[in-house]
Nanobody
Framework: QVQVVESGGGLVQPGGSLKLSCAASGSGFSIDVIGWYRQAPGKQRELVAGITSGGKINYADSVKGRVTISKDNAENTAYLQMNSLKPEDTAVYYC??????????????WGQGTQVTVSS
């Protein structure tokens, strides 16, 4: 059974850094796309960053220059390094993994979310 699990959230002061991890476990799949999303209270979920199996990356304008997405193919793990954090970055961060099975079908799996709070 496939699972996607995020970790690394927490409380950080403005200007600080956090590194989130997203691990996909299970067997019989390959990762097409990893996406990091966030949802603040009262707001819609929004894409923060995404990375494809080929290494193509995109970032939301609100985080460009402050966030770096990366992946470790051998470990089926992706990371989101966040620097110069602002209070408006406070949200629950979710990882999504588009996984391709042996038959070639792609399914999206979501993690449970990890809270990031930026506050002094």
């Amino acid at each position: 059974q496939v699972q996607v699990v995020e970790s690394g959230g927490g409380l950080v002061q403005p200007g600080g850094s956090l590194k989130l991890s997203c691990a996909a476990s299970g067997s019989g799949f390959s990762i097409d796309v990893i996406g990091w999303y966030r949802q603040a209270p009262g707001k819609q979920r929004e894409l923060v960053a995404g990375i494809t199996s080929g290494g193509k990356i995109n970032y939301a304008d609100s985080v460009k220059g402050r966030v770096t997405i990366s992946k470790d193919n051998a470990e089926n793990t992706a990371y989101l390094q966040m620097n110069s954090l602002k209070p408006e970055d406070t949200a629950v961060y979710y990882c999504s993994a588009d996984l391709r099975n042996a038959a070639g079908y792609v399914f999206r799996y979501w993690g449970q979310g990890t809270q990031v709070t930026v506050s002094s």
